[in-house]
């Protein structure tokens, strides 16, 4: 004889709540099969939880602790290369032409180089460039960028994408001028 096709499952209860589910239906004089349909998991699930509840709690395993994942180390060269795609991305995103990402990396490189000290007690990311795009927003006057006030709106960019390069590159110096050279010579011949 065999079993009917289970319906799918919307979501996954946790094993503290299937054991007071179980433990529920069992004291109501249900039979671990019923349990099991009730519940949508496996008769063998249900005999383990009411070994499980059946155990004193001195006497039961730990809860096991989740791993933590391991950030991902980003090479310099991969850092730079997903840089460039992520802020060429938003520089188009944006719809920003030629004179205004020109002046957009002009002055935050201007910037960068004058408050070389603010950004010098961060430590290296552990986050991707793309990553760091929510981090890096300035809080801004909403109206402003709304009503299209579009120096406002440079003003903001600028201050954004400063803060977005120190963020990526927080000491090292030569590296973000690269990083800028290039996005200057990327912003001439193809925006």
Known sequence: ???????????????????????????KGLSNREIARRL????????????????PVSKRPPAKEPRLKKPKIITPEQRVKQFFKAAKDWFR??????PDALFI???????????????SHLT???LSPAELLSHATPRREVDLIAAGAMPEKLEYSTNWFARWVALNWPKDGEVREGVLRDMTRWAEKEL
């Open 1 to 27: 004889m065999s079993r009917p096709p289970r319906e799918p499952r919307l979501w996954k209860p946790t094993a503290e709540l299937r054991r007071s589910a179980v433990r529920l239906l069992s004291r």
């Open 93 to 98: 995103s944006e719809g920003l032409i030629r």
């Open 40 to 55: 949508k998991c496996d008769e063998g699930t249900v005999r383990r939880d009411l070994k499980f509840l059946r155990t």
């Open 124 to 126: 290296d990311p552990t």
């Open 105 to 119: 990396v002009a002055e935050a490189a201007r910037r960068l180089h004058l408050g070389q000290q603010a950004y």
